[in-house]
């Protein structure tokens, strides 16, 4: 951690209170590194990898400015400041480029207590979601518009924003940017704010495609690179386990039972399916995430996830920029990813917030030259170990009781949410079954208990919790595990329903799993 405080490094009174009430109080490198110069009004280019504190790093400044204006002497005096200007229609005065719907969710959410204290209004702009709640604020007009680079250029063509009234623009993760071809639409967009503007560019790696966007849109850039014994890297454990192709499963299976939060990457979206179902047959609490979900499912998955009713995670490489959730325990790739840059944005879902964290890659026989390829370029140093899914190194990489509460039912995907099911997440909720949200296609050899309870048992062979009395999780927050034996009935008012009836992240205010009366 950095030794200045916030204050020291020039951020205003009210801004550092409210980063007090949060409990943050000590900068994180890459904050110390870059603040003084992006109050100061200079564009910054900033490297920090995930989970380095980039996010407080540029909403600081930004929320500053619009307040106070740039430089010392804007900032002056601004310890109580809060603005009375009020926003224009349809032009926003600062612009946030993100690459996922997750993260520009994500860093909204970090912004909104900055942007409340300040007398700011901030408005999400995305596709996956209808465009009428977006443009309705942008002709309201909002101070700060976090965008995904599509959505907003179709809204700028059919005349609802204009970016001609920016002060600041900010392009977070441009690195992820240019990984999924988004290149030609930020520059497209830059093209459309002021050149006289602060313009800050923060990425975890600063590769060639990055620098076209540095050389032609920052003017003499401040650059700042954060990458300390802080950082998650140093913070994770890597390892490696060669497995055989037949334990691949079952090693994966107890790496999940085990206390604390698991995200799973796999390369497909039909994979990362089919994983999370076998997990959730199995009796382990797994949701997914791709590209296939609905915006209202991928925020349903997450809110399952975060809030611990889901205590593993499975995903594609497309969806890792847009996890972050503190305190994930291990990463696992389950299917090893082909580059070095995609491990590490996949490894940085844990060791966040100088966390430490665990990363595990199952490597197969034919996969051995690529991984060690892969560990290479990516500069870490994995500890290889030939295991089984009863190797003791197992509970040493991921420690704990090993626990098999109940699966959950997967969501419904944005391709089959239209019209088909009611009600059963996943597959097809069984005709005239009142209430029980058995899934048809996805059932992965539910079976009935006595009592009515539908149990996810593995695949057909057997019951995954038949040992077990009606119990099942309530969500256990920061540990994002449920302990065992705790009654279904303290969350469904005495009935038992099935695993399979609540909807993957269905959940309601009060934190429980709602029964799934439409598609999550």
């Avoid at 209004?121 to 002709?139: E, K, N």
């Avoid at 050899?445 to 038949?466: D, F």
């Amino acid at each position: 951690m950095s030794s200045a405080s916030f204050g020291a490094l020039g951020v205003p009174a009210f801004l550092v209170d409210v980063l007090a009430d949060l409990d943050i109080t000590t900068p994180t490198p890459i904050q110390a590194a870059t603040l003084p110069d992006s109050l100061a009004g200079r564009d910054v280019l900033g490297r920090g990898r995930t989970g380095s504190g980039k996010t407080y790093a540029f909403l600081l400044p930004l929320v500053a400015r619009l307040v106070g204006g740039t430089g010392s002497a804007g900032l002056a005096g601004s310890a109580a400041r809060v603005s009375t200007r009020r926003p224009a229609p349809k032009r926003p005065r600062a612009l946030i480029l993100a690459p996922t719907r997750e993260l520009a969710t994500q860093i909204d959410e970090a912004l909104r207590p900055l942007a409340t204290r300040a007398g700011l209004t901030s408005r999400t702009v995305f596709g996956g979601v209808g465009q009428g709640p977006q443009v309705a604020d942008l002709r309201r007009g909002v101070d700060i518009v976090v965008a995904c680079p599509g959505r907003l250029e179709d809204l700028i063509a059919q005349g609802h924003v204009s970016l001609a009234a920016v002060e600041v623009t900010i392009i977070d993760e441009a690195d992820h940017m240019a990984d999924l071809g988004f290149l030609p639409s930020v520059r497209r967009l830059l093209d459309a704010t002021p050149t006289g503007g602060q313009r800050m560019l923060f990425s975890a790696t600063l590769d060639a495609a990055v620098g076209v966007l540095v050389r032609r849109y920052l003017v003499r850039p401040v650059t700042h690179e954060a990458d300390s014994a802080q950082s998650p890297v140093a913070a994770m454990t890597h390892h490696v386990l060669h497995v055989a192709a037949a334990d691949h499963l079952p090693v994966l299976v107890d790496l999940t039972a085990a206390p604390g939060r698991t995200v799973v990457f796999t390369r497909t979206k039909h994979r990362a399916k089919n994983l999370a179902r076998q997990l959730n047959a199995r009796g382990i609490p797994t949701v997914e995430l791709h590209g296939n979900l609905s915006q209202s499912a991928r925020t349903r998955t997450m809110e399952a996830f975060s809030s611990g009713v889901a205590q593993t995670l499975v995903a594609t490489d497309i969806a890792a920029r847009g996890i972050h959730v503190d305190d994930v325990a291990l990463v696992v790739h389950a299917d090893p990813p082909t580059e070095h840059k995609a491990y590490l944005h996949r490894s940085g879902r844990t060791a966040r917030a100088g966390n430490s964290g665990t990363v595990v890659t199952l490597m197969t026989d034919d996969q051995v030259r690529d991984v060690h390829d892969l560990t290479r370029k990516a500069g870490v140093r994995a500890t290889t170990t030939r295991v089984t899914d009863r190797h003791p190194l197992l509970r040493e990489l991921a420690p704990g009781e090993r626990e098999y509460a109940g699966g959950l039912a997967p969501a419904v995907s944005a391709e089959s949410r239209s019209g088909r099911g009611s009600g059963q997440g996943g597959g097809r909720s069984s005709s005239g079954r009142s209430g029980s949200g058995r899934a048809g296609s996805n059932r992965a050899g539910s079976s009935r208990t006595g009592n009515g309870r539908a149990v996810a048992g593995p695949g057909g062979s057997g019951r995954a919790a038949a040992s077990r009395s009606d119990s099942s999780r309530t969500g256990s927050g920061g540990a994002g595990r449920a302990a065992a034996g705790r009654s279904v009935s303290s969350r469904t008012g005495g009935r038992t329903p099935s695993a399979a009836a609540f909807s993957a992240g269905s959940r309601g205010g009060s934190g429980r799993p709602r029964r799934s009366g439409r598609p999550a």
